[in-house]
């Protein structure tokens, strides 16, 4: 069976652009809710989905994601629910990819194989496991591999070469570049700095690249998209869901607002470029 | 699993930080570098006598080691037990055993060239040692504590920032230790080039439980050629307090290849460990990964970490060091527990009979000590780590015993 990531980033590399993915937290501000975020996302541009499934201590986030999971939390936000809306969401869309993003001990309390069959019954293509580095990803990695699911292995500013052939290695979909030291949403990434690690990365990897943690502005999110294959955007959709909250806007049309400006920022990156 | 060997050939932990299915370094790839560069900076160390010799030159010098053997005469007629005695580390500088564990880092920050110190702190004595140690050696220490630690432990907050440290309020979560901690990761990760890191319990990823235990097993080795050179013999059984675990595994570990000394751990059961309002982790939580550890961890089935409750700051942890874990499910060390209101009884009662005011954190050891005595029986020793002294929590005390100060 073909990937979905990887037909996904085929297509996008035929046509010559970069892929915009976009993260929301699953259960944020409420499951329902969250469920509409997530199915309208495709149409608003998004390429790729990310879904945080909410921990209680997510030691790698900036505020905006350590509060999107407080509400999921709040909210009876559970595992189990993250694979359910995921399935949901497969009823009606077969081909856009969705990647989970989260912290290990939710996924060690499900327990692995039993996680992996259902996530990967549920239509779930990749997973991010930030608190787990390849040295202690080998049962996930087997389970994973097992069920066709990608374990999307992150690299840092931090990961030098030697160190980035352990990274790559028995990963696939892409990899994920942290291109920043620091939380999600913190810093701004700098698209000179990450040009020369996004070519390092595809280099020791064959994957494509995509680049997170320091992308707000639709500016920037076109940027980076002209050095990598993809930019992720997560805290700044995040924050519309709190800034709808706090005035009693509607969530789902702030979020779809955001991601169709960041998406046609990102789509538009390269062909802007060469004109 | 393997069983433990519980000869002298215990070498826990392995080379990836394993203390049997527990440990490791569970770290966003960003600290990976970091935390593997610690680790090779650590082995130089431990394997160069000239660092040994400046830790131990402090170790006298400033801290005021070694700390004395105590004969406890009338809490051990009080119980009718065998012999107890107290290892008072709550006599060194700042008043519990965290700044052995300080000293020791801030000498291995120094060796490794960085410039900037971060702490997490619970009750605040981790956050007075580092802050300490900080002001000695004139480097800036920025100390993560929970917003309601803050509020509880007003003396420690002050005395911190005596010594020239920035104290950070935490307010994600329950506002306590384990927020703290997530912060101060937050700090690490986003400080990448300069800063050290200085964990304050025997937990975190490989190095920090192996290098924690090393720095506070001077803790037991003084306590076992102290005990041999007053009796000749060594004790029957060796008790200490447990949060992350610092002081006990410091007081264990030096006697994990004796195999006819009892080791005994004693968590916080807060309210009772029937309720969710507890710090136990060993006895009402299991296996999981937080900060950088695999390790027992109280959760709910989700997976997402509870918050501890302990009427001490300091132990209110919802995790517990590795090698603890390890210990537990081989059998080599036993663990139980002491309530809030045990340990305030056994904190009034050492206060009369020794004119010793422990700290709350220590006291849940002492409220187990007369039934560990009476176990052992007369004539028997028994070793229990007074990692503490009282002096920070007599406002809570007091509160608790309806007495407004």
């Not at chain 1, 699953?26 to 499934?53: H, K, M, N, W, Y």
């Not at chain 1, 806007?249 to 004109?275: C, F, I, N, W, Y």
């Not at chain 2, 110190?117 to 040692?129: D, N, R, S, Y």
């Amino acid at each position: 069976m073909t990937n979905r990531l990887d037909t996904r980033f085929a297509a996008l590399r035929h046509e010559g652009r970069a892929a915009f993915v976009a993260y929301v937290m699953a259960g944020d501000p409420d499951p329902e809710t969250s469920f509409e975020i997530v199915r309208g996302l495709p149409a608003a541009g998004a390429d790729v989905i990310e879904l945080g499934f909410p921990f209680s201590d997510p030691m790698a986030e900036g505020v905006p994601i350590q509060k999107a999971s407080i509400r999921a939390l709040k909210a009876g936000m559970t595992l189990a629910k993250v694979l359910g809306l995921v399935r949901r969401f497969r009823e009606d869309d077969r081909d856009t990819p969705i990647v989970l993003m989260g912290y290990l001990n939710v996924i060690l309390a499900r327990g692995l194989a039993r996680f992996a069959d259902e996530a990967a019954d549920a239509g779930v293509d990749g997973l991010i496991i930030v608190d787990c580095p390849p040295e202690e990803a080998g049962d996930l990695t087997d389970e994973l591999e097992r069920v066709g699911v990608s374990l999307i292995r992150l690299a840092a500013p931090t990961t030098d070469d030697a160190r980035l052939q352990t990274v790559v290695k028995r990963t696939s979909g892409f990899v994920y570049y942290v291109s920043v030291a620091g939380v999600t949403g913190a810093k701004a990434a700098s698209a000179e700095a990450v040009a020369p690690a996004v070519a390092r990365i595809r280099e020791a990897s064959g994957l494509p690249v995509a680049v997170g943690f320091g992308i707000r502005t639709p500016a920037l999110a076109a940027e980076i998209a002209r050095v990598a294959d993809a930019a992720v955007v997560g805290s700044a959709l995040v924050d519309e869901i709190a800034a709808a909250l706090d005035v009693n806007a509607d969530p789902v049309s702030k979020v779809m607002q955001k991601a169709t400006a960041l998406a046609e920022a990102v789509h538009s990156a390269r062909s802007g470029a060469e004109a | 699993m393997t069983a433990l060997n519980p000869s002298n050939t215990y070498a826990w932990p392995d080379a990836e930080g394993r203390f049997g299915d527990y440990g490791g370094r569970y770290v966003a790839e960003t600290l990976m570098p970091l935390v593997l560069e610690l680790q090779e900076a650590y082995a130089a160390a431990k394997a160069d006598p000239s660092f040994q010799a400046e830790l131990d030159d402090f170790l006298e010098h400033y801290v005021g080691r070694p700390s004395p053997l105590y004969f406890a005469e009338r809490l051990t007629a009080h119980h009718g037990g065998a012999n107890i005695w107290f290892k008072r580390d709550e006599l060194n500088h700042t008043g519990a055993h965290k700044i052995n564990n300080c000293m020791g880092q801030i000498l291995l920050a120094r060796r490794m060239g960085r410039t900037r110190i971060i702490a997490e702190t619970g009750a605040g004595q981790h956050g007075v040692a580092s802050a300490t140690v900080c002001a000695r050696f004139g480097l800036p220490c920025t100390v993560y504590m929970g917003a309601t630690d803050v509020a509880r432990q007003a003396p420690n907050v002050f005395r911190m920032k005596l010594l020239g440290a920035e104290v950070f309020p935490v307010t994600s979560g329950r506002a306590t230790l384990k927020d703290a901690m997530n912060e101060a990761m937050r700090d690490w990760v986003t400080n990448v080039a300069d800063t050290y890191y200085i964990i304050g319990t025997a937990a975190g990823p490989h190095p920090y439980p192996e290098m924690v235990r090393d720095f506070q097993s001077v803790i037991g080795r003084e306590a076992k050629a102290q005990l041999h050179a007053r009796i000749g013999k060594l004790p029957d059984a060796v008790v200490a307090a447990i949060g992350g675990g610092s002081n006990a595994i410091g007081l264990f570990h030096p006697f994990i290849g004796d195999e006819t000394v009892r080791l005994i751990g004693v968590e916080a059961a807060g309210r009772g460990l029937d309720g969710p309002d507890h710090a136990a982790s060993l006895q009402g939580g299991r296996p999981g990964v937080l900060h950088g550890n695999k390790t027992y961890l109280l959760q709910d089935d989700d997976g997402q970490i509870l918050e501890g409750h302990s009427i001490s700051a300091g132990l209110d942890y919802p995790g517990i060091g590795p090698e603890h874990a390890w210990l537990h499910d081989t059998g080599r060390a036993e663990y139980r527990s002491a309530t809030d209101q045990e340990a305030l009884e056994a904190f009034q009662l050492c206060s009369k009979l020794e004119g010793i005011i422990p700290a709350l954190e220590p006291s849940h050891a002492l409220a187990r000590i007369g039934e560990i005595a009476r176990e052992v029986g007369k004539g028997g020793n028994v070793v229990m780590n007074l990692c503490g002294r009282g002096d920070k929590d007599i406002f809570a005390v007091a509160e608790h015993l309806g007495v407004k100060l």
